[in-house]
């Protein structure tokens, strides 16, 4: 699902170039559920919007769903995102504007699912918001957001999920609830999870974990 070969990523700042990736190569194969953990200002966000295509590399490989990201356009970027990525971002990213049903229908209509409120409302269902379909993000919980965003991403069963510390603005208890929503609706799904974890028990329910530093990869062991 992601091959990287010596990828790298170089962004300009007042005080000069900054080199954020510096060479890396992994592979992860469809089906696997990876965290990626390190200190802040590893790499680690900046590797998976570089995996997610909203970022782009200087230099290297970079494949995702056997799609060389370097060959595709913006619209051809956008295009494999709704076909094959779920992002879940650690601040939600909801549509104000939008009741939750609404925000998780949206990606299946730029897509032209004619099935599209009728997959949402399922979505919902199947994290415990089928009463709050009508509701607008401000009249919702943090959990509660995180479980639309997850709904949202796993609308268009994607075969990737790329998710960045998801329970980081929720309580221990509410993230518990949502990191078991995620790794469920990722089992039954199939889809790739490639997941930024600072928690060394929620890394350890992956099945492999990948550490970087300072642009690098130090580590990349399985898990159990």
């Known amino acids: ?43 680690k966000t900046s590797l998976l919007m570089v995996v997610g295509g909203l970022e782009r590399a200087s230099s290297g490989l970079v494949r995702v769903a056997g799609q060389d990201l370097a060959g595709l356009g913006e619209d051809d970027l956008a295009r494999l995102r709704r076909a094959q990525i779920g992002i879940v971002f650690q601040s939600f990213h909801l549509m104000p504007a939008m009741t939750a049903l609404e925000n ?10 004619q099935d599209a ?48 510390e998801p329970t980081g603005n929720l309580d221990g208890e ?25 928690d060394p028990d929620l890394a350890r329910r992956c099945s492999r974990i990948v550490s970087l530093a300072d642009g690098l990869i130090t580590g990349d062991r399985p898990v159990g």
């Open 117 to 164: 409120f009728a997959r949402a409302e399922a979505l919902l269902d199947e994290v415990g918001l089928s009463h709050r379909l009508g509701h607008y993000p401000a009249q919702l919980s943090g959990g509660e957001q995180q479980r639309v965003a997850l709904a949202r991403a796993f609308a268009p069963e994607p075969g990737l999920i790329l998710a960045d």
């Open 104 to 113: 998780v229908a949206l990606p299946l209509e730029l897509a032209g699912r």
């Open 174 to 198: 509410t993230g518990s609830r949502v990191i078991a929503l995620l790794f469920d609706l990722a089992s039954r799904s199939g889809a790739t999870l490639l997941l930024i974890t600072h």
């Open 1 to 43: 699902m992601i091959e990287l070969d010596e990828l790298r990523l170089t962004l300009a700042s007042a005080a000069g170039a900054v080199n954020v990736l510096r060479g890396i190569s992994l592979k992860i194969d469809r089906g696997e559920k990876v965290a990626l953990t390190g200190p802040s200002g590893s790499g």
